[in-house]
């Protein structure tokens, strides 16, 4: 595998089996009572979060916790970043602290890329504006196969904001990747033109939904409505909500969260057996671990160092 | 309806000697003066003074060995952001027009969208003054079409004219309002003088920071949609045609603006335009990177688009080649993609760029290149530089077999954000002539290296 983790495109169909086998394993030692392992013990992980975020930056703060690593977590809000210093600047700050991964969150496409050089860890994308999200899409297909099993041949609809959505972007990337056939459906507004280009088929309806194996429902951002990118959230609701009567016995339902209950998804079938939703949040630590592991000691085991008491993050929310 | 001329040139350069030259034995290429030979040419009195064989060196003068190379009529380029007042950190007088000599360039238009805005005579008057301590070539100014640029009032632009804005332009932004263009175009009848349209319909570009294709959709990036340009260049053809008016597009990227121009001139309207060079050879592919260097308004378009800027411009649809010159701060551009200011330099490398990517590989004539590098000044009513005898000595020195890298010994610009920034290029300027005297000599290029 490379050195940073930027997109989905950065990794070959191995590369993406390597990180599921090394999930379920990590999975394993979840069930234990201790959930530690030693593997990034004396390393330094930074998370840099230029966003809000509650399920990312957690998963991401546990998943460096449990390789023992050191955890330095920084939200905007509070730090340097809010007193203007330029992105550039605060990588070669915490550059000066010589970590082994900065993991990054910001509301802008390609930032996960500049901080790739501007530091010598390994980077890992959070979340790049409506670029991509590679970590929430392995989880997906790492939720998916423990579920199912490969994913070759299966049909998945994604269905919603895919505009505004880098979900959408690097699922469409790692589902294609993994052998599944690819809806995009959404309002017309709401895809971009050669979305298909991506590797996936565009619907504007949700009549042939009965053919998906697995629908995954994307977030109807309320801000997105002053754009007039659709009438009314009651008109999105009435076309592409995911119903008792839309989702089928044999569907699986995604949705990367938070959800928007009434408005992309019923209740009901958030509360469904067939919802994956939970399972897809459990899955983010393990993923995660397997990410941090394959960029970073999977080649060239890391130096041990003696125990020592970890020092406390600095500029934890 | 044809501007009035204006007696007195709008153009403003620092006073320098004119140098007489004796060029030996460099092809003389001039496309519009029907000359293409290798012969010597005497420059003497700041004018083209001979062309034949064998010509006496005047007393004095300068002579230069012309083997392999190629002298052209100078370069005008009318888009020039010389980001003076308010940015000299960027760009200041002295050093674009140092920037555009070293490119080939004889004469550049600055545009108006400076802090504050070239929107009234005072400080169009400043920058002429200015440029006549400062600029290396002949430089001129355009001054705004509305107040501010804000497309609410017209400027004050019979007095402007008078004190030689070279033109009107609100460019960087579009006149959004219909009813307002045309008011300006009413009133050309009075001042005179071009008006230039940076075309962009905001309503349909909104937030978009590149453009609306298959790289945008992969980028998750908003885009720039084509016809965002393209609606408004046939909406303002019309206007101009309804008003018996002139109008000159600026920088146009995109198939369908090329369209919307071929079917104004076939109407009948005063229309022409320019496309820059990046346009030229580079498209939203580049983007990819998202390097901040292929940040600029409009944006690099498709494939498609490209092929269709080559072809007008091979087929005179497109009138001249424009840099849009546009420098910006190193710490500016060293940012997201999509919080990045647009615009990137051009000045040193229009030539060697469209060379290397249309005329090398047998796309475009090099006699028709040079043809669209020389006449930007045309659309400004400006004289177009020209090698036949008796005419003001514009010359530029050109080395076609020559390789370098972009940037490898630095820029004359103030900026680097150059699109072409580290890319290699086959052909360069060796020594640029404007006005009569020597504007730039490349430093390796060797002085009267003749032997006796």
Known sequence: ??????????????????????????????????????????????????????????????????????????????????????????????????????????PYAGAAGLVARWTAASVINAGDGKHEHPTQALLDVYTLWRRIGSLEGRKIWIVGDVLHSR?????????????????????PTLIPRHFDELGCRLAYSLDDIGSADVIYALRMQHERMTGAYVPSLREYAANYQIDGRRLGAGQLLMHPGPVNRGVELASEVIDSPQALITQQVESGVVVRMAVLYELLAGSGAPTPVAEERAPEPMGAA | MTPPRFDASPLDAAAREATDVVIRGA????????????????????EVAEIGESLPAPEGAEVIDGDGLVAVPAFVDPHVHLRTPGREDEEDIASGTRAAA????????????????????????????????????????????????????????????????????????????????????QYQRLAGRVIALHEEDPSLSSDGVMHEGAVSALLGMAGIPSISESTMIARDAQIALYEDAAIHIQHLSARESVEAVEQAKAAGVAITCEASPHHLCLTDEAVRSLDTGFKMNPPLRAEDDRQALIEGLRAGAIDCVATDHAPHARE?????????????????????????????????????????????????????????????????????????QVGEAGYESRSANCAFDGREMTGRVRMTIAAGAVAYRERSFAIGAVPA
């Open chain 1, 167 to 187: 979900v959408a972007r690097s699922c469409v990337l790692a589902f294609d990747r993994m052998g599944a056939e690819v809806t995009v459906c959404g309002p």
């Open chain 1, 1 to 106: 595998m490379r050195k940073n983790l930027i997109s989905i495109d950065d990794l070959t169909r191995e590369d993406i089996d390597r990180i599921l086998e090394r999930a379920a394993s990590f999975a394993e030692v979840s069930g234990r009572e201790i959930k530690k392992v030693p593997t990034l013990r004396g390393r330094t992980v930074i998370n840099l979060f230029y966003e809000a975020s509650t399920r990312t930056s957690s998963s991401f703060e546990l998943a460096a916790k449990r390789l023992s690593a050191d955890l330095v977590s920084i939200k905007s809000a509070g730090s340097a970043v809010d007193k203007g210093e330029s992105l550039k600047d605060t990588v070669l700050t915490l550059s000066a602290y010589d970590p082994a991964a900065v993991v990054i969150r910001s």
């Open chain 2, 332 to 404: 500016e551009k060293e940012q997201p993609f999509e919080t990045a200011p647009m615009g990137v330099t051009g000045l040193e490398t229009a030539f060697a760029a469209l060379h290397t990517a249309l005329v090398v590989p047998g796309i475009l004539d090099l006699p028709v290149l040079i043809e669209r590098m020389t006449a930007g000044g045309a659309p400004f009513g400006l004289h177009v530089p020209t090698l036949a005898p008796g005419s003001p000595a514009n010359l530029t020195l050109l080395d076609l077999a020559a390789e370098w």
């Open chain 2, 27 to 46: 092809r003389v290429l001039d496309p519009r003066a029907d000359l293409d030979g290798v012969r010597d040419l005497v420059l003497r009195d700041g």
């Open chain 2, 102 to 185: 070293a490119g080939g360039f004889c004469a550049i238009l600055a545009q108006p969208n400076t802090d504050p805005v070239v929107d009234n005579g005072s400080i169009l008057s400043a920058l002429r003054e200015r440029a006549r301590r400062e600029a290396r070539i002949p430089t001129g100014f355009l001054a705004a079409v509305t107040v501010g640029q804000n497309g609410d009032a017209l400027t004050e632009m019979a007095e402007l004219a008078e004190l030689g804005a070279a033109g009107f332009t609100d460019d960087g932004r579009p006149v959004a309002r219909a009813g307002i263009l045309r008011q300006a175009l």
